[in-house]
């Protein structure tokens, strides 16, 4: 046991062996990952946090810090026990990525190095990453004029972008550039009051949210209305707008949904741009999950027509594998960022003298974590074929579970996902909406899976999400087993 300085009872880990601190952890780390993938322990923890807190010892480690090596170890083993396990391949929960074994190094790399890379100068290779992957994005979406992927000029026909911490920054982001654009005086005047934005009912919360912060509020969405299966009905657009100017209003931005949050379907975009190029509005592509599908000459036709966007949110934290969190907020046009908070901080935006580039004009942080670093690293990890493959392979396996859950009498799937995304009901006419709430939480309560609910047109539906590489057949044969004696269990109650 490595004994530490403890005059005062204080901690003095610092004088601990670096590395085999670090090895410590790996080892523990190591061990969670691998007992995570045989799938035998619980893919949930669910204790009570005065559980959790007391298990810790949180109040002796905050007041005295770790006493030791062992201390410290024991600390984190115990952490451990509380966590979910996303490598599980029982795990079809949230949009969360479920890393790479070791994705987690860059993290551990900006914890101590702790280069934030909004400013060039700060973390300058942390922004030449977040650089490089910004260019092979705009790359992707034929929005990058550059040389190759290590031009970093402003090119006058380049798109833009910049990572940011999470897909609900990033709509944000991109709204208020959509609002420099119609509305520039908004920046230092305040909110004219005859905007609005339109876009499927189903918009994520995040897009309503972003309106309020703006100071616009939330009712300034105005929902056009989407089929049975929640994608928008684009030939509702032309009605909703047309009531839009009756009342003197003005359109900042169209939002599509690629794909929706519950269901996994996307809208078409092609339609939705072209009805907003007749009309010379904003067009939005929240593309949070699903703008992946670009990458894949198979899965990219979902997509058609998302180049014709105006701006684009892309999460990395849910189909790149990357560690919670990182996203991108794309612009065709470069000068819709420049323009976009326009405000200056004398200490930070000097534009002529900097080296490198510059994100955080951009952001909404100020300070902002190594995220190109993480990004780049997922592909560093298996090389960006290996990507669009783990890609591919998981929208293909949602098919393969709604085949499978279309096999079985017992089971309602309301149509094919489109990508590793999909809903479904048990026994729907014997079971109601209580019923297959219930049937959700005694199934992960037991620990044997991960699955979460949603609402669909007001009905509730089970929801899985295949993030997991080694998610196959026998988990959702297994899965089905696990619904129907749970399910058939809660009919039996009923009766
Ligand atoms: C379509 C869509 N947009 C935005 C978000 C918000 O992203 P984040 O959780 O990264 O803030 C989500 C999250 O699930 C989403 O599905």
């Known amino acids: 046991m490595l004994e530490t300085d403890k005059k005062n009872g204080e901690s003095n880990l610092n004088t601990l062996p670096f590395v085999k601190t670090k090895q410590c952890v790996a080892a523990l780390l190591e061990n969670y990952i691998e007992q995570s993938k045989t799938g035998k322990n619980p893919v949930l923890s669910q204790e009570r946090p005065e559980v959790i807190a007391k298990a810790l010892k949180l109040k002796s480690v905050f007041e005295k810090g770790f006493q030791n090596l062992d201390h410290l170890e024991s600390f984190v083993a115990t952490y451990l026990t509380h966590t979910?396990?996303?490598?599980?391949?029982?795990?079809?929960?949230?949009?969360?990525?479920?890393?790479?074994?070791?994705?987690?190094?860059?993290?551990?790399?900006?914890?101590?190095?702790n280069n934030p890379s909004s400013l060039y100068e700060m973390g300058p290779a942390g922004a030449t990453l977040e650089g490089f992957m910004i260019n092979w994005m705009l790359s992707k979406l034929g929005w990058f004029t550059g040389e190759n992927l290590y031009d970093f000029g402003k090119h006058p026909n380049n798109g833009s972008g910049v990572l940011t911490h999470g897909g609900s920054i990033a709509n944000l982001t991109a709204l208020t550039a959509a609002r420099a654009a119609i509305a520039p005086e908004a920046w230092t005047q305040g909110n004219p009051d005859d905007l609005v934005v339109i876009g499927p009912a189903t918009a994520h919360y995040s897009v309503a949210r972003a309106l309020?912060?703006?100071?616009?509020?939330?009712?300034?969405?105005?929902?056009?209305?989407?089929?049975?299966?929640?994608?928008?009905?684009?030939?509702?657009?032309?009605?909703?707008?047309?009531?839009?100017?009756?009342?003197?209003?003005?359109?900042?931005?169209?939002?599509?949904?690629?794909?929706?949050?519950?269901?996994?379907?996307?809208?078409?975009?092609?339609?939705?741009?072209?009805?907003?190029?007749?009309?010379?509005?904003?067009?939005?592509?929240?593309?949070?999950?699903?703008?992946?599908?670009?990458?894949?000459?198979?899965?990219?036709?979902?997509?058609?027509?998302?180049?014709?966007?105006?701006?684009?949110?892309?999460?990395?934290?849910?189909m790149l594998q990357v560690p919670a969190l990182c996203t991108a907020v794309l612009f065709k046009k470069q000068e819709h960022q420049w323009n976009n908070f326009s405000q200056n901080g004398s200490y930070v935006f000097h534009e002529n003298e900097v080296i490198g580039m510059d994100s955080m004009p951009y952001?909404?942080?100020?300070?902002?974590?190594?995220?190109?670093?993480?990004?780049?690293?997922?592909?560093?990890?298996?090389?960006?074929?290996?990507?669009?493959?783990?890609?591919?392979?998981?929208?293909?396996?949602?098919?393969?579970?709604?085949?499978?859950?279309?096999?079985?009498?017992?089971?309602?799937?309301?149509?094919?996902?489109?990508?590793?995304?999909?809903?479904?009901?048990?026994?729907?006419?014997?079971?109601?909406?209580?019923?297959?709430?219930?049937?959700?939480?005694?199934?992960?309560?037991?620990?044997?899976?991960?699955?979460?609910?949603?609402?669909?047109?007001?009905?509730?539906?089970?929801?899985?999400?295949?993030?997991?590489?080694?998610?196959?057949?026998?988990?959702?044969?297994?899965?089905?087993?696990?619904?129907?004696?749970?399910?058939?269990?809660?009919?039996?109650?009923?009766?």
């Not at 391949?89 to 987690?104: E, I, N, R, T």
């Not at 904003?282 to 105006?310: N, Y």
């Open 212 to 318: 309020s912060i703006m100071g616009m509020g939330k009712n300034a969405f105005v929902p056009v209305p989407v089929d049975s299966n929640e994608v928008i009905l684009t030939d509702q657009l032309d009605r909703i707008y047309q009531q839009i100017k009756s009342q003197n209003k003005r359109v900042m931005a169209v939002v599509a949904n690629a794909c929706a949050t519950s269901t996994g379907l996307f809208d078409p975009l092609n339609e939705m741009a072209s009805f907003c190029k007749k009309h010379k509005l904003w067009f939005h592509v929240d593309g949070a999950h699903g703008a992946v599908a670009l990458l894949s000459e198979k899965e990219k036709i979902k997509v058609a027509g998302i180049e014709k966007a105006d701006s684009i949110i892309w999460d990395a934290h849910k």
């Open 84 to 113: 979910n396990h996303l490598r599980n391949p029982k795990y079809m929960g949230h949009q969360v990525a479920v890393p790479q074994d070791l994705s987690g190094i860059p993290d551990w790399i900006h914890g101590t190095v």
């Open 363 to 495: 952001t909404v942080e100020c300070t902002k974590s190594a995220l190109g670093t993480k990004l780049f690293w997922s592909f560093a990890l298996k090389g960006e074929k290996a990507v669009v493959k783990f890609v591919e392979t998981s929208f293909q396996k949602a098919n393969d579970l709604y085949t499978y859950l279309k096999s079985l009498n017992d089971f309602y799937c309301p149509y094919p996902p489109e990508s590793n995304i999909l809903c479904f009901q048990f026994k729907p006419a014997d079971l109601n909406d209580q019923d297959q709430l219930a049937l959700r939480y005694e199934l992960i309560n037991s620990g044997a899976f991960y699955i979460t609910s949603c609402e669909v047109q007001g009905k509730r539906f089970l929801r899985t999400v295949i993030m997991n590489p080694d998610t196959d057949q026998k988990d959702f044969i297994e899965l089905a087993k696990c619904l129907t004696d749970i399910g058939n269990q809660i009919h039996a109650h009923k009766k």
